[in-house]
């Protein structure tokens, strides 16, 4: 994660870009609408690898309490710009996950979305998630899914030699931060967070069907609201949300 941090720095642009482009807008929207129903009213959330805390700055502004914990300095500035549009009230610390300590602080339900690929060793990451969740606490998840790169490799790219060349893959390199990222499989994640003191209440599929659409759709507005309306429908589904490109796990802490 340390080497990797640096590559967030020359990154921002880009990754600032994703985020306001139809699909970037769209992973946002699918993530706050499926971690919504399980929170309650008076829940602290912590958001470990927040970025520019687009998803802590919605929450806030519906009357969460919210801290954002980003690693990147450059990230992190970003974050605290943006949250004086938020009518919220949003706490940030410069903190990567390895920098955690046991009781670090005491989150009613924790995010950490597209942070444990860049983790040297992920299943530590969960245990240290584990030890700042009150008990019974929720913890969302947001993974790369190894799936999804054989699908797009096969039907977006047309590449059959490059699809195969993804089965059973144990890295990737992702073109938005310039890094490379770890895969690992969504028995892998149930493996960890089981051994780590957690149950899975549900798994949901982000971009189940939208990553495998040519662009030149997804900027008409019409088009886009009635395909938000079918990721919304179809992402807690087999075997919809089994090829998404994002994996989204809700898990409690026993």
Known sequence: ?????????????????????????????????????????????????????????????????????????????????????????????QAAIEDLHPLAFSADFLLCHNVLEYLDDPEKGIWTLAQNITRQGYLSLITHNPLANVMKKAIVEKSPSAALSFVDRKTDYSS????????????????????????????????????Y???????????????????MKVCSVSPYRDIAVFSHTIARLL
């Open 1 to 93: 994660m340390r080497s990797n941090i640096e590559h967030f720095s020359k990154s921002v642009e880009q990754y600032l870009s994703y985020t306001e482009q139809p699909w970037g807008k769209l992973f946002y929207t699918s993530t706050l609408a499926q971690i919504e129903p399980f929170l309650a009213s008076d829940d602290y959330v912590v958001d470990v690898g927040c970025g520019f805390g687009i998803t802590i700055r919605s929450l806030a502004d519906k009357g969460w309490r919210v801290l954002g914990l980003e690693p990147n300095n450059d990230l992190l500035s970003a974050a605290k710009q943006k949250a004086f549009e938020s009518n919220g009230i949003i706490e940030f610390k």
């Open 176 to 211: 938005v931060i310039g890094a490379d990222i770890s895969l690992f499989s969504q028995d892998d994640l149930n493996k960890w967070l089981t051994k780590a003191g957690f149950q899975v209440i549900e798994r949901y599929g982000i971009h189940n069907l939208y990553s």
């Open 213 to 231: 659409i040519d662009n030149e759709h997804k900027f008409d507005d019409e088009w886009n609201q009635k395909m938000t309306e079918l990721e």
